[in-house]
């Protein structure tokens, strides 16, 4: 009997050999149809509000004199502007624009520095780059900044939020990229948000 069980397990294991050995891996098949194709992720735009427009006059680095108009209305999500009130005597009113086009440094950054909300005038902070091609291989690069300015005509519309003013800045050659005096004369107009600040109250502890 025991020699009739080891022949039968001799027999069983030989043919799970055999299976093994049959049932190899086939070949990778071709590959199949490609799939629908995925919706378009979020696209990165600019938001058209508001301007910094006006005219920039100078002399390049090469003594070549430069007049050159510029209009910037665009801003990168977020808000139109802003307006902070740091004392009861010292509101700055601050807005960025730019030209449509997120790769370019065309921008203008304004701060006005004012007394009060109905300020006529403030002290203007600007940081200001021009750009434009002049060939395939040369492009002009203008930027200055100053913050001692006079910013003038500031109106302030505290129910619609808009902002706006002049100014004329004359920038020293040491205050822009080319070495020259240069001269910036525009306007500016945004929607600006106030910004609120809660406050803490604390209770008093009265003491006998």
């Known amino acids: 009997m025991k020699t009739i069980k080891t022949q039968i397990l001799a027999i069983t294991l030989l043919l799970v050999a055999v299976l093994f050995t049959e049932c190899k891996k086939g070949e990778t098949g071709p590959a199949g149809a490609a ?26 680095r090469d003594g070549t004199a430069f007049t050159e108009p510029f209009s910037y209305a665009y801003y990168l999500q977020g808000s ?24 370019s440094n065309n921008s203008a950054s304004i701060n006005v520095n004012a007394a009060s909300k109905t300020a006529s005038t403030g002290t203007l902070n600007l940081s200001f780059t ?4 002049l060939s395939s291989t040369k492009l002009f690069s203008f930027s200055g900044n100053t913050s001692t300015a006079t910013a003038t005509s500031l109106s302030y519309n505290a129910t619609t ?10 920038l020293t050659g040491t205050q822009n990229n080319t070495g020259n005096t240069a001269t910036i004369i525009g306007n500016f107009q945004a929607n600006l948000i106030q910004k609120i600040y809660r406050k803490t109250l604390q209770s008093q502890i009265k003491t006998d």
């Open 35 to 60: 799939g629908p194709q995925g919706s378009q992720g979020p696209v990165l735009t600019l938001i058209n509000s508001g301007n910094v427009t006006g005219t920039l006059t100078g002399t390049r």
């Open 80 to 103: 139109s502007g802003t307006l902070d009130s740091l004392t009861s005597s010292l509101y700055v009113f601050s807005m960025q624009r730019s030209i449509n086009d997120i790769f």
């Open 130 to 133: 021009f750009e434009k091609s």
């Open 161 to 170: 939020g808009l902002f706006s003013g002049n100014f004329n800045v004359t």
